[in-house]
């Protein structure tokens, strides 16, 4: 899909561009005007079926957006429904046709009100996320700087990651076997099951996890599948097998709940939730309510590049780290640019889709990715003809 206008008809080849109405009258002569806007779906199935605590799924869909402006093109993307292509390209992208490339937060505002009425979260936000996430790749290149310099350099050298998966479809032997080549292969110091589809089999499956991966941490995931009591039942027996990470085990819109799940848990176990955080406003509520010990945020739903550096400036205001959830490869940069941040999801759908469709997707060493610094914005190409046959 794509969106595209020729430059105005009262423009000469040659001439300044017709500046966008958000642009500052003193920039007239010295814009970057956007020429096109893309986006495209693309579905690719699991490797074997997967379901977590609340949802059971076959297939994966990512959106890809590209935008070009002053000879470059910048890349994004969103793991989000298909129609997502199509408000990006109907909707989103005429605010963005002739405007300045360089004005990101202007840009990101103006797609934010024009969401107004469709309601910010969900869809919305995970199509302004990929379109942010392309302006920051787009504005790297035009300077030709990896990202993270862009970003004000690295707060870290590597990030670190865990590995997640651990379906509550799996077997017990395809769990071991899961955590046993990220721990042994990748060298992840951390990995995360999926829990709460069947909270009575749960232990004995947290427990099998902590056979195979020995003294590493383990992290558990509910999705929000639990009540109150029935996560602090969880929390309890998880305890036993050292757990020390215990995600949304009730839902991330009960900040109530999670509070209460955080203040009678073992002190030896985090809580943590923000997954399903799209504006800066769903992390501040989240703060206030005391709700989380490691805030999570994903730039594919909170708005992109710049809607996660605001997640990162809320949590070092109120001094509680930052979890990166999923989508590695494209949270590369601005991770390594987070002051607070502890670690980065590995998830093993997106690994498998990143490696498959870009070119430059990281791989872990000792347990950490690292960006190529010999490669511009977020480092990424994408693979157009790999991804042809999964296209929507």
Not at 133 to 160: M, S
Not at 233 to 256: I, K, M, N, T, Y
Not at 267 to 281: C, P, Q
Not at 290 to 317: H, K, N, P
Request: charged letters at 25%.
């Amino acid at each position: 899909m794509n969106a595209h206008q020729d430059s105005p008809a009262n423009s000469a080849p040659g001439a300044t561009p017709i500046k966008d109405a958000s642009d500052d009258s003193h920039a007239a002569t010295d814009t970057t005007p956007i020429a096109a806007v893309r986006a495209r779906p693309y579905k690719i199935p699991t490797d074997l079926p997967e379901a977590d605590g609340t949802f059971e799924w076959n297939a994966t869909t990512i959106v890809v957006v590209e935008i070009d402006a002053g000879g470059c093109t910048g890349l994004g993307y969103t793991y989000t429904d298909a129609s997502a292509a199509s408000l990006i390209v109907d909707t989103l992208a005429p605010e963005l046709l002739h405007a300045d490339a360089r004005r990101i937060r202007a840009l990101s505002l103006k797609l934010w009100r024009r969401v107004r009425n469709l309601g910010r979260s969900g869809l919305a936000a995970t199509a302004i996320s990929a379109i942010d996430c392309a302006l920051w790749d787009l504005n790297a290149r035009l300077v030709e700087v990896p990202l993270v310099r862009l970003l004000g350099g690295r707060a870290r050298e590597c990030v670190p990651i865990y590995g997640s998966g651990g379906f509550t479809s799996y077997t017990d032997a395809q769990l071991r076997e899961q955590f046993v080549r990220w721990v042994e292969n990748d060298g992840c110091r951390a990995v995360k099951m999926k829990v709460g589809s069947d909270p009575a089999r749960d232990p004995q499956r947290v427990k099998a996890a902590r056979d195979a991966i020995g003294e590493r941490q383990l992290f558990v995931d509910a999705n929000g599948a639990l009540t109150v009591k029935q996560a602090l039942d969880c929390a309890e027996r998880f305890a036993q097998h050292g757990v020390s990470w215990f995600e949304e085990p009730v839902s991330s819109d009960d900040l109530a709940g999670l509070n209460a799940v955080r203040c009678a848990a073992p002190a030896s176990m985090d809580i943590a939730a923000g997954e399903y955080g799209y504006t800066a406003d769903d992390f501040r509520h989240m703060l206030e309510a005391e709700a989380v010990d490691v805030m999570q945020a994903d730039l594919t739903r909170c708005g992109g590049v710049t809607g996660f550096l605001q997640a990162a400036d809320l949590c070092d205001a109120w001094h509680i780290p930052l979890s990166a959830h999923c989508a590695p490869a494209l949270h590369l940069h601005v991770a390594a640019a987070a002051p607070r941040l502890r670690h980065q999801e590995w998830f093993h759908d997106h690994v498998r889709i990143e490696s498959m469709l870009f070119d430059g997707a990281p791989r872990p060493r000792d347990g950490a990715i690292m960006p190529d610094l010999s490669r511009p914005g977020c480092g990424l190409e994408f693979k157009r003809r790999d991804a042809e046959r999964y296209a929507i």
